[in-house]
Nanobody, 123 residues
Framework: QLQLVESGGGLVQAGGSLRVSCAAN????????MGWFRQAPGQEREFVAY???????YYADSVKGRFTISRDNAKSTVFLQMNSLKPEDTAVYYC?????????????????WGQGTQVTVSS
């Protein structure tokens, strides 16, 4: 069973940058596609970015050109580099894993989820 632990959240001013990480243990990380999601207060959890086990990447339109997802299989970690942050990026950020997925699956089809890390962007 894969366990996911996010870290790196915090408070940053608008226009700033932040990198959040998700460390995995308990499984063969390289076999999993990884996704980042976020949930703001009072809103539904939404897709942010995705990297397949073959390193293909996908982004939500709202973050395209500002966020970059990457993975380091040797460290069993996936990263989300967030630049040009906006107040509307404020949310709890979650990582999730899906075994051997190519294209991004629906949220309900992810196998494992982390506990989330808070990102707050001040104006």
């Amino acid at each position: 069973q894969l366990q996911l632990v996010e870290s790196g959240g915090g408070l940053v001013q608008a226009g700033g940058s932040l990198r959040v990480s998700c460390a995995a243990n308990g499984g063969t990380f390289s076999s999993y596609a990884m996704g980042w999601f976020r949930q703001a207060p009072g809103q539904e959890r939404e897709f942010v970015a995705y990297i397949s086990w073959g390193y293909s990447t996908y982004y939500a339109d709202s973050v395209k050109g500002r966020f970059t997802i990457s993975r380091d299989n040797a460290k069993s970690t996936v990263f989300l580099q967030m630049n040009s942050l906006k107040p509307e990026d404020t949310a709890v950020y979650y990582c999730a894993a899906r075994l051997r997925a190519g294209a991004p699956p629906p949220q309900r089809n992810y196998d494992y989820w982390g506990q989330g890390t808070q990102v707050t962007v001040s104006s």
